[in-house]
């Protein structure tokens, strides 16, 4: 949280921001924008911004398990799929796991690192049976499980960059390394200059760098329509993919 002087007080405002990745590969920011509140009417407002600028043909969103951000998703990005941030999945379990993380750290490392969705399912959890020996209480705590925090859905390995926010929390470290300097913004505009300033520069670094997602990774992931099928009939072409 930010804090913004508005109206002779000082309040909390929050700096909501989105990285993608283009049909060349590369990462880029693809908006900011300043909310009094993180919740459901901030991010659908966000999204609704982002798709009148001209964003489409979204494949995939990475981002935590935020309700209002999941909601606004499908209900702005039609056709986008929604996937759940390994990094903030990781930080979730471990909030109710604490004693036992290392072990709960394995068993997922173990899910993630497998190709394909069908190739994690036999590594996954089982829940108890009757006349099975449990595994001892101090390493899968009764508060822990899968009933819970439930292990999401692992999908194909050619997705599988997009799945961790890691960038995006870095370049988020780095807003908040610049904004602590000035700790109280005289307005939202000062807020939205500098972190505008940040995010140029990393846009420009990214797009100057190196690609994010091969040339051939994408080759894979790209459905071209077939002209012969109706427009009902026709896919859609799958460009990853936006982070939040």
Partial sequence: MLKVRDGGRVVGVHALVATGVNADGHREILGLQVSSAEDGAG?????????????????????????????????????????????????????VTPASWPWVRA????????PNAACARPVRPRPRRPGRENPPRRRAPRRCPRRRARLHRVPEGDLAPDLVEQPQERLNREIRRRTDVVGIFPDRDALTRLVGA?????????????RYLGLDVLARITVVPDPTTTTEEAPTTNIPALSA
């Fill in 43 to 95: 991010w659908l407002g966000f999204f609704r911004d982002l798709s009148a600028r001209g964003l489409t043909s979204v494949a995939l969103v990475t981002s935590d398990a935020h309700n209002g951000l999941v909601a606004a998703v499908g209900a702005t990005l039609p056709g986008a799929g929604w996937q759940r941030c390994c990094t903030h999945y990781a930080a979730n379990l471990m909030a």
């Fill in 107 to 114: 068993l997922l490392h173990s899910v993630y690192d497998q």
């Fill in 198 to 210: 940040v995010l140029a520069e990393q846009h420009d670094e990214w797009i100057e760098g190196r």
